[in-house]
């Protein structure tokens, strides 16, 4: 794919949808932190079912640590692995607290330090909380990076480098939205609808469907 097609091919989608952002609910940089957490493994719905009870009782590192984790679990317990991240966000809380003031950092190697925060984790904070132009992939992002062309790779962190590196840069921004929505509503695993795609004559996806 070249440059050429891949500028019309963000164009059209930025036409489609000119300020995407996150499906899950938030309002302060930790909040979007908590969710993400959340949202491993889980669907932003479940997410947002869960924080849209838990934000007006515990929304800052104190008020969750203060929660604890059993107190936590009784909010998230709907969740996929729940346990797990119950735990992490315990311990995330403290560290936020002692080591950053209870801000949360906005650098990628801090944000990593944090239990049950990776590098997708760490991307979707930085780029939706704080404005940096990152990319996080997930299983969405990965599929339609591969499936059109715009940048195939054999893993995430492969995809990551070559969208960072192919994507305009007026586009890059929210390019990592754009993505995720495209794959979660239209480029969809089993059967991609093509037939209403915006980008359909762009994409190099061989097997298109009606």
Known sequence: MNAQKRFKIFSRLKDNNPEPTTELNYSTPFELLIAVILSAQATDVSVNKATDKLYPVAN???????????????????????????????????????????????????????????????????????????????????????RTKIAPGKNVLEVEKKLMKFVPREFLQDAHHWLILHGRYTCIARKPRCGSCVIEDLCEYKEKTE
């Open 60 to 146: 800052t590192p104190e008020k969750i640590l203060k929660l604890g984790e059993a107190g936590l679990k009784k909010y998230i317990r709907t969740i996929g692995l729940f346990n797990t991240k119950a735990t992490n966000i315990i311990k995330t809380c403290k560290i936020l607290i002692d080591e950053y003031n209870s801000e949360v950092p906005h650098q990628q190697k801090q944000l990593e330090t944090l239990p049950g925060v990776g590098r997708k984790t760490a991307n979707v904070v930085r780029n939706t909380a704080f404005g940096h132009p990152t990319i996080a992939v997930d299983t969405h992002i990965f599929r339609v990076s591969n």
